[in-house]
């Protein structure tokens, strides 16, 4: 967002259009007010370049400030609003509107934001929704727009019942000598007719630019004055509710000599100019004429051959699928033969056409004015009529039920279900129940919810979050999943789980016979045959294949202690293997046996029971000579866990320390490193029993509390 430079924000006066001269030609306030609400200088700075001294600008800062100029109605008043400095911009134009329904309202915004913009204010009062920075061409053209459609505003509140519509005023003509009218006047009147075929090409095309973009039309030039009236009576946006009374064509008349009306007509018949430019045509000489004497068979002759070509016009127009034409052309030929039996049935066919074409568009309001206008006319029955009404209101509520859709399918693709309340997929699904409960998108959407319900459930179940997989399930029951689905998708979930139970059973157990492959038996704590097959009995107790890998290990570790003890290692180390082997249900004999050759191979001098004395009491001898504290894990401590570890070792005849391992630990696996740590760093005095050193096998607990 741009800052507002330093540049003075003080109201400049210029010429506009409309502005009178006076005789020195020096040129009075102009007759239109530009006020812009903005905090910002630059773009005032801009703003103005785009205007080129046509008016002046007054910038304020708000709404209430903008009221209290905008209420003069003695001056036309264009209203800017700089949207980047209006909280709610729909709602200040809107308050413009209802306040000062005269000012013509632009509305400037950055250009990433102009379509939405635009969206915000469709159907309201807005001349035109135009980009920042500002194009200086296109910006002029609009303004220059939206100050005509402001002076023309100005003169209706003076004149309420005159119409709208670009016509010739009558006048008569001064007359000179040889009867000619003299040429100040002409020039004056004519100068008219131009300045108001100028003044509403202006509008229109100022109306393209916020609502053509959507349609893809183009504005009509101001080189075909054919097109003007049309243009004119063209509602300023497709969607806007304002109704549509068709083309306006010119009603006025022009006095003077019939022999001068019939000549003009006579040439304008020659070169084909039927209808058209505004004020110099065929249609409006011979009505001339025949107001000044209705009995003229020339006039009347002229107007039924005018009539006949704008009868072509409307069928070709009409086959052609040009609805705008087609409804100038009628428009025309009403006023060229108003009493022409052919053109009730012209009426049907083009309103039926006109209908037609905006309901195809989806241009519901556009729809409802031309029915509105049906139902006025007797050409239309009363059938037909409430056939288009049952239509209208069928599309109005497939639009209502696209919108809240639309809702409903954002709000499950961004996971918002039931939260927030106020604004989830459920809210607005019980809202499309509510207005459209048979529709077949309230019926897909419906699925849709409770399908993504369904899957929040499973994502629950899976991550072993019971409660939260039944909040979800309770949703869809309300959601209309009935009690059979729900049953069937619990025996799915349970049997979608167990086949995880069994992939991961199935891993852990292939880990367990490649640690007994690779002899990692019991070390280390954290990656060994114990620690995985410890993990098995705890996650899948009731697996056929736990009993066998119980049986294996067991047999790994006797094979391990009897290998042990045949080179005369003895000691701790086969009696550690021999109580794992214990544990997972090794055969007692088996055990038996390898304590028999353990006995009869270990060393004297190194075992204490070759010594005769009994290992307990030597424990209970030994004196540590250097002691380390086990470590915390960092891990146990960040998760707030106490515990215990049990530790079998073996005190050499040096005092080391060695075949250290873990026997039972509370929790498994996360004080197991520290203890080993520790105890391998420990130091003792060697142990003499009767004069022999010997070793001693020791058993201790460590435990692990949290720091007070």
Request: no cysteine; net charge neutral.
């Amino acid at each position: 967002m741009a800052s507002a430079s330093n540049a003075s924000r003080a109201e400049t006066t210029s010429s506009a259009p409309g502005s009178a001269s006076s005789g020195s030609g020096t040129n009075s306030r102009p007759s239109v007010d530009v006020t812009a609400i903005t905090t910002r200088d630059d773009f005032l700075l801009e703003l103005g370049e785009a205007l080129g001294g046509q008016a002046s600008i007054r910038p304020v800062e708000s709404i209430s400030a903008a009221l209290e100029h905008l209420t003069n109605a003695k001056r036309g008043q264009v209203l800017v609003v700089d949207a980047r400095d209006v909280t709610d911009v729909r709602g200040d134009i809107d308050r413009a509107h209802s306040q000062a329904a005269h000012a013509v309202v632009l509305v400037f915004t950055a250009a990433e934001n102009e379509k939405a913009v635009g969206a915000a204010v469709k159907g309201s009062n807005v001349f035109a929704v135009l980009p920042i920075p500002v194009d200086k061409r296109k910006t002029g053209a609009v303004l220059e727009g939206a100050m005509a459609d402001a002076v023309a505003r100005k003169a209706s509140l003076r004149a309420p019942d005159r119409s709208p519509s670009v016509s010739v005023e009558p006048f008569q003509a001064a007359q000179t000598d040889s009867g000619e009218p003299t040429a100040p006047e002409g020039k004056s009147k004519m100068g008219l007719i131009i300045g108001a075929g100028v003044a509403v090409a202006a509008i229109a095309a100022g109306a393209f630019l916020f609502t053509g973009k959507n349609k893809g039309t183009a504005p009509p030039a101001a080189g075909q004055p054919s097109k003007v009236a049309a243009a004119a009576a063209a509602p300023a946006a497709d969607t806007a509710a304002t109704e549509d009374k068709g083309p306006q064509v010119e009603t006025s008349l022009i006095k003077g000599k019939i022999d001068d009306l019939l000549e003009k007509a006579r040439l304008a018949m020659r070169e084909r100019r039927y209808s058209e430019p505004v004020g110099d045509n065929a249609l409006l000489y011979y009505r001339s004429a025949a107001a000044a004497d209705p009995n003229n068979g020339e006039a009347i002759d002229g107007l039924q051959r005018v009539a006949a070509v704008l009868a072509a016009r409307f069928d070709d127009s009409m086959n052609g699928g040009k609805l705008d034409e087609a409804s100038l052309a009628l428009a025309n030929l009403k006023a060229a033969a108003p009493n022409d039996s052919k053109i009730p049935a012209m009426e049907v066919r083009l309103m039926t056409a006109q209908i037609t074409k905006a309901l195809a568009d989806g241009n519901i309001d556009r729809a409802q004015n031309y029915v509105r206008q049906a139902s006025a006319s007797p050409a239309f029955s009363a059938d037909q009529i409430n056939k288009w009404k049952i239509e209208i209101g069928r599309r109005q509520e497939e639009a209502k039920v696209q919108k809240m859709a639309g809702m409903v399918t954002d709000r499950i693709r961004d996971g918002r279900l039931v939260e927030p309340a106020d604004d989830s997929a459920k809210l607005y699904m019980q809202q499309l129940h509510d207005a459209a409960p048979t529709n077949s998108t309230t019926q897909r959407l419906t699925r849709d919810l409770n399908a993504a319900y369904m899957r929040k459930a499973r994502e629950a179940a899976i991550a072993n979050k019971g409660s939260e997989a039944d909040r979800w399930l309770a949703e869809a029951r309300a959601g209309g999943v009935s009690n059979g689905e729900i049953t069937s998708f619990q025996k799915e979930l349970a049997s979608a789980r167990q086949k995880a139970i069994n992939a991961e059973s199935d891993r852990v157990a292939q880990l367990v016979r490649d640690r007994m492959r690779d002899g990692r038996l019991s070390d280390p704590a954290n990656d060994s045959a114990v620690y995985y097959l410890n993990q098995l009995q705890a996650t899948d107790a009731n697996n056929p294949v736990v009993a066998q890998l119980n049986k294996d290990l067991a047999g790994k570790f006797v094979e391990r202690a009897r290998a042990s003890a045949q080179t005369g290692k003895g000691g701790t180390t086969v009696d550690g293997d021999l109580n794992f082997a214990k544990r997972f249900g090794a055969d007692p004999k088996d055990v038996a046996a390898v304590q028999a050759i353990s006995t009869q191979k270990t060393p004297a001098g190194r075992s204490a029971q070759a010594a005769g004395v009994s290992a307990q009491s030597l424990a209970a001898s030994l004196k540590r000579t250097r002691y380390i504290a086990p470590e915390f894990p960092n891990k146990a401590l960040s998760q707030h866990l106490s515990g215990a570890v049990t530790v079998e070792y073996t005190v050499d005849t040096n005092g080391e320390t060695r075949d250290v391992r873990v026997i039972e630990a509370t929790p498994p696996g996360v004080f197991d490193k520290s203890a080993i740590a520790a105890i391998k760093r420990w130091k003792y005095e060697p142990v003499v029993a009767n004069g022999t050193p010997v070793e001693v096998p020791v058993r201790t607990s460590i435990r692990f509390e949290l720091p007070k």
